[in-house]
């Protein structure tokens, strides 16, 4: 049992560049959320998916797309990477009645 | 969502019992209320939850008043490893399209 794993752990983009962040969860949790983390503050919600084919926004979700065709899986979109997104982004899942949230190792985003 | 409201920081030493206190005035019935706990470079993790009176399990204790419009975390006899970021965190248990909101957190540094 893996828990919450994401890749990639570190990454460099240019300015306008797009990528996938992959996050994936073994417990066959059917909510799953993607926060992002700036230097000594709180998290913030960007996306959430409350199960398989359901996604909805969060506190701050321009600049980013996500879906949602698995359970186990829910990837983040960065279409047109910028400066302002350089931050550590963390994917979390819960099961059904459990408040409790588990969190992966996080990804670290630099935009260049 | 209810917001809350913690120290920004707090100190202690080794061996030392800590209480962190959270403010939740607006509180909903079905609220519940969760303790993470976050250490640099990692994601959140789950320390406790409770709803009402006191929770305790082998790494804090939880104090909720009869008013539930705050609540206490309660890290007895600490350790360096204890020094990281404690959030206090209040929804609703159960389903429900519903995220956390993650505030600040309070920063605890345990001396030697």
């Known amino acids: 049992n893996a828990g919450v794993t994401q890749t990639p752990k570190f990454r460099i983009l240019k300015i306008g560049q797009s990528m996938t962040l992959q996050c994936t969860q073994d417990?066959?949790?059917?909510?799953m959320y993607w926060y992002r983390q700036d230097p000594g503050m709180g998290l913030k919600l960007i996306y959430y998916?409350?199960?398989?084919?359901?996604?909805d926004k969060g506190e701050v979700p321009n600049g980013y797309n996500v879906s949602r065709s698995t359970t186990e899986d829910f990837p983040l979109r960065l279409e047109l990477a910028a400066p302002s997104q350089t931050s550590v982004y963390f994917c979390?899942?819960?099961?059904?009645?459990?408040?409790?949230?588990?969190f992966g190792p996080g990804t670290r985003l630099l935009v260049l | 969502l209810a917001k809350t409201t913690q120290p920004i920081s707090m100190d202690s030493y080794e061996g030392q019992e800590v209480n962190i206190t959270c403010s939740h005035n607006?509180?909903?019935?079905?609220?519940?209320i969760t303790w993470y706990q976050q250490f640099p470079s990692q994601g959140p993790r789950f320390i406790i939850q409770?709803?009402?009176t006191k929770v305790t399990n082998e790494v804090a204790s939880l104090f909720i008043p009869a008013d539930r419009k705050s609540s206490t975390l309660s890290l007895p006899r600490v350790s360096l490893s204890d020094t990281a970021v404690y959030y206090c965190?209040?929804?609703?248990?159960?389903?429900?399209?519903?995220?956390?909101?993650f505030g600040s957190g309070t920063r605890l540094q345990v001396q030697p």
């Open positions: 979390a899942s819960r099961g059904e009645v459990q408040e409790t949230q588990y």
């Open positions: 417990m066959n949790h059917n909510y």
């Open positions: 998916s409350v199960g398989a084919g359901i996604t």
């Open positions: 607006n509180i909903a019935t079905n609220d519940y």
């Open positions: 409770g709803y009402k």
């Open positions: 965190l209040v929804g609703a248990g159960g389903t429900g399209r519903r995220a956390l909101t």
